[in-house]
């Protein structure tokens, strides 16, 4: 009975081991479910993910897209692409994000089954994804493939996100949902199997102990079946294995000892661009023609791990590739080697991201540009040696220090508060700075601050400056030479007339009184005749400091060209006006002007026009101030008259004025015509023609009037736009209409006045017709005057420019009659110079004219500048001008101006090669 009952406590202990067993091997065998179903559902989400690309459109994503890029129609036929492949899987969503200006983007997206069931599908093209999780945007920022389990608007998912480089190397990210709730039912599966297995062998525990107390033979049997079951399990488990081999995300292989390939995957296969009968088989040792791979693969046959990183080429030949190769020897139960395992992985993606990488800090250490790192509270962390170059400060100076460092004084505090309230809200930051080098020297800069986020939280701000000191100061002194006289430093008629025009809106609004006054030197002529342009040049200097240094504050004094100038006497009567405009008088007839052993005395005869509430615009009071002034001359000069709309003396000077109207009603009935003149080229015969069509005028009575009758007035009075515009306009249809006959023709140039320089309009009107007479650009050239061009350099510097990158050519007319002519030339984006007559036509005579044509021809040629000479009168000047090397010739000596029809007849042999319309 005793060892009956040892044998029952024997019996009891085996089944309690047994039952405790059970539940252990329960519990492991749910934590490796557990863990293989995770591995299996992470391998279904990426290689999800990794299809999405195949269902996108090719090159879907790149740096320059847009949400214009894509209609609803195409997005829709995306979202059912992806809908599809999740409806054959476990797969809850598909979707693709791109990262622009910190916020990230839907770029594609599957639909939900509650949006098929419902026929509603959302357009997600470009849609921002108001919830990404702030590890989302650190993924963009570290590339690298994240699996997250996170919770949204959406629900509860287990989500993988990989980077992806698009062609053009920007990143997206390819992204696959599974639901948690999915994964818990297929948990609670395996638990709930787990626990009813254990539960069963805990309910068979207690007929266990009756069945081995009565029937040793059953537990034989059970043990069978467990073994059975068990040897099920190991087989069931080496499936999977084999299963995890297979589709390992690196490649592996087997080679038995004599380097024969035994056994591959699927991954191995695609990095060696080879098919699975190819590869099994293979023997290294004999085959393998990579000396570094093949003695790895010997070291591993000895027991040895080898590890190999670098290039290398596939054994078909397609695929280069930066490998990284582990081969490991495979020991026997015996301890014998008995072959080896070879793991390769294509690391070409991130040995082009660490090279980038590598090339990201070059490009800032060698930035042209100052760039700075500081932390969020200003302390500098990092510095660029052309920080150094800029404000001589070292980097060891600096480092660990405030960023205010080179902060100087002449910076409003106001700024600076504004700067940190921008940075510190997660803004980017720009504006112009007043710095202070380490030497205490002052210095602009051109400043952008960016903050740098992780996890949407600022760790550190990244400053980047230019220098732009010099190009700063050369703005403020093209900006001054746009409005003010190079001569004189007083404001130019340009800039008077804008303040002019001020004053009169004044005027009308305010009811307020100005009064305009205009000065014309009296005897100026005879210095410049008897001494020269130098003497007349300093007397216009001396006499502008002189009047600026006698008119009140508030007055506005400009020289308006040649020897005029004006004062913008505001709010100020005609009385008190006149008093100060004798008072000018009699400061300028005792100036006396000394030049080498000369002393000059001269005059000034001054007109004044007021300035009140019935002052329609400038042109108005510039020709009644006009007009007085010359009828002061008129009445014996060096006198002041006063405009008034009934003066009986100026209505006798309408005459002068009967141009204004002829040129008006000469437009409004298509009165103009155009002439030509022949052009010839010095240097090449074989040159296409050339011309300059001229502009003439057709009275009422039919007599034809030349340019030089009407231009001045034109201009006097503002109407040479419109002249240019209606000689641009019927240029264009006159060679849209007789364009067949002008394929000999290399081009046509239109000359421009001065105001047309300023007008934006005309110049898109001239670009609108170009297009719309379908005419080539290059074969239209504009000519303006260099006076014109010095006088208004900003704006003919502009619209010479913006029609060159157009395609039309430019040629500078008169040059050599300004006073500065070469200093300003460097400016003017012209292509041809045309020398002054006036030098060419006594070349024959004068040394200095000769010698001025050689020099202009000279520069113009250092430049790439063709040069035309104009008053070629006769056979020994064209001569002359051939010998020096001056590219076309024209004058009456080449051709005589004629109708531009006649153009169109049979030209004689070498005649001209080029077209050139013109006002003059």
């Known amino acids: 009975m005793l060892q009956s009952v040892k044998n029952s406590l024997r019996i009891y202990f085996a089944i309690a081991i047994y039952v405790i067993w059970v539940l252990i091997f329960s519990a492991l065998n749910y934590v490796k479910e557990k863990r293989q179903l995770y591995s299996e559902l992470d391998q279904q989400l990426e290689n999800a993910a990794l299809s999405i690309p195949s269902m996108l459109p090719k090159a879907f994503h790149h740096k320059e897209m847009n949400k214009a890029d894509l209609s609803k129609q195409q997005d829709l036929a995306i979202t059912l692409a992806l809908t599809e492949y999740t409806r054959r899987t476990d797969i809850v969503y598909l979707y693709?994000?791109?990262?622009?200006?910190?916020?990230?983007?839907?770029?594609?997206?599957?639909?939900?089954g509650a949006e098929l069931n419902s026929n509603k599908f959302a357009f997600n093209y470009f849609e921002l994804y108001d919830y990404a999780s702030p590890r989302i945007m650190a993924i963009f920022k570290k590339n690298q493939n994240q699996i997250h389990e996170y919770h949204d608007q959406w629900g509860d998912f287990r989500s993988i996100f990989i980077p992806i480089k698009a062609d053009d190397g920007s990143v997206y990210i390819v992204a696959a949902d599974l639901s948690i709730g999915h994964i818990d039912t297929l948990l609670n599966e395996t638990l709930y199997y787990t626990l009813i297995v254990s539960a069963l062998f805990l309910l068979f525990a207690c007929p266990l102990f009756v069945v081995l107390c009565l029937e040793p033979r059953r537990q034989v049997r059970i043990l069978v079946k467990k073994v059975t079951k068990q040897t099920s399990e190991l087989v069931e488990s080496e499936a999977k294995l084999t299963s995890i081999f297979e589709y390992s995300p690196v490649g592996i292989f087997h080679y038995d000892n004599n380097g024969i390939i035994q056994k591959i995957n699927k991954c191995f296969e695609g990095i060696l661009d080879s098919d699975r009968d190819t590869l099994i088989g293979f023997n290294m040792l004999d085959r393998l023609e990579d000396t570094v791979l093949l003695n790895m693969v010997k070291q591993s046959l000895q027991g040895k791990v080898s590890v190999y990183e670098g290039p290398y080429t596939s054994v078909s030949g397609q695929r280069f590739m930066h490998l990284q190769a582990n081969f490991v020897p495979l020991y026997s139960s015996s301890g014998e080697i008995e072959g080896g395992i070879g793991v390769y992985n294509d690391t070409t993606e991130k040995q082009r991201s660490t090279a980038n990488l590598k090339k990201l800090s070059m490009v800032v250490e060698y930035s042209?540009?100052?760039?700075?790192?500081?932390?969020?509270?200003?302390?500098?962390e990092y510095v660029n040696p052309k920080f150094t170059a800029i404000t001589g400060f070292t980097a060891a100076e600096v480092l660990g220090e405030k960023a205010n460092v080179f902060r100087s004084s002449d910076t409003p505090d106001s700024v600076y508060k504004n700067m940190w309230a921008t940075i510190l809200a997660g803004q980017e930051w720009r504006g112009e700075l007043k710095n202070c080098k380490k030497n205490g020297e002052l210095f602009w800069a051109k400043v952008?601050?960016?903050?740098?986020?992780?996890?949407?939280?600022?760790?550190?701000?990244?400053?980047?400056?230019?220098?732009?000191?010099?190009?700063r100061i050369a703005s403020q002194k093209i900006s001054y030479q746009a409005?003010?006289?190079?001569?004189?430093?007083?404001?130019?008629?340009?800039e008077f007339e804008n303040l002019l025009a001020q004053s009169i809106m004044s005027a009308q609004q305010d009811n307020t009184t100005h009064v305009l006054c205009f000065l014309d030197l009296d005897q100026f002529k005879i210095i410049n005749d008897t001494c020269g342009h130098m003497a007349g040049d300093e007397l216009l200097r001396q006499l502008g400091l002189l009047l600026a240094e006698n008119i009140k504050p508030q007055d506005i004094l400009a020289r308006l060209g040649g020897d005029e100038f004006a004062i913008l006497m505001t709010q100020c009567g005609l009385t008190q006006a006149e008093k100060a405009a004798q008072n000018i008088l009699e400061l300028i007839a005792d100036f006396q002007f000394m030049w080498e052993k000369n002393i000059f005395s001269i005059g000034a005869s001054i007109g004044l026009a007021e300035i009140n509430s019935q002052t329609k615009n400038t042109t108005?009071?510039?020709?009644?101030?006009?007009?007085?002034?010359?009828?002061?001359k008129d009445l014996g000069r060096n006198r002041i008259h006063i405009y008034h709309a009934e003066d009986e003396l100026l209505a006798k000077r309408d005459g002068e004025f009967r141009w204004v109207n002829e040129l008006k009603y000469a437009l409004n009935e298509n009165r103009f015509e155009l002439y030509a003149q022949p052009i010839v080229s010095l240097s090449d015969p074989s040159q296409k023609r050339i011309y300059e069509v001229l502009l003439r005028l057709r009275t009422r009575s039919g007599d034809i009037v030349p340019p030089g009758a009407f231009l001045?007035?034109?201009?006097?009075?503002?109407?040479s736009n419109a002249i240019d515009r209606w000689v641009v306009d019927h240029t264009f249809a006159w060679m849209e209409q007789h364009f067949q006959q002008l394929a000999d023709v290399d081009h046509l140039a239109i000359n421009l006045s001065g105001a047309s320089l300023g007008s934006n309009t005309l110049l898109n009107h001239i670009m609108q017709q170009i297009t719309l007479h379908n005419l080539p650009p290059s074969m239209i050239k504009f000519e303006i005057t260099e006076t014109a061009a010095i006088s208004n350099l900003r704006d003919a510097t502009l619209f010479i420019k913006t029609l060159s990158e157009f395609g039309c050519q430019f040629a500078?007319?008169?040059?050599?009659?300004?006073?500065?002519?070469?200093?300003?030339?460097?400016?003017?984006?012209?292509c041809t110079l045309k020398i002054d007559g006036m030098f060419v036509k006594d070349i024959l005579d004068d040394p200095i004219d000769e010698a001025m044509v050689k020099s202009i021809n000279d520069i113009g040629h250092v430049m790439g500048m063709k040069t035309i000479a104009e008053f070629v009168e006769n056979d020994a000047i064209r001569q002359r001008l051939q010998h020096m090397g001056v590219d076309f010739a024209q004058g009456y000596g080449i051709g005589k101006p004629a109708p531009i029809n006649d153009i169109l007849q049979p030209q004689r042999a070498g005649h001209v090669s080029n077209s050139m319309v013109s006002l003059l």
Do not use: W
Request: aromatic share 8%; net charge negative.
């Open 448 to 471: 952008c601050i960016v903050p740098v986020t992780n996890d949407g939280v600022i760790t550190h701000f990244i400053g980047i400056q230019v220098d732009v000191t010099e190009a």
């Open 812 to 830: 500078l007319d008169d040059f050599g009659s300004g006073l500065s002519s070469f200093a300003y030339l460097k400016n003017l984006p012209v």
């Open 712 to 719: 001045p007035a034109a201009e006097r009075y503002n109407l």
């Open 483 to 494: 409005t003010h006289d190079m001569l004189t430093g007083l404001i130019n008629r340009y």
């Open 620 to 632: 108005e009071i510039l020709i009644g101030v006009d007009s007085a002034c010359y009828a002061a």
């Open 368 to 380: 042209p540009e100052s760039i700075l790192i500081t932390d969020i509270s200003g302390i500098i």
């Open 96 to 112: 693709t994000l791109i990262l622009r200006d910190n916020d990230i983007f839907f770029t594609s997206l599957s639909a939900s």
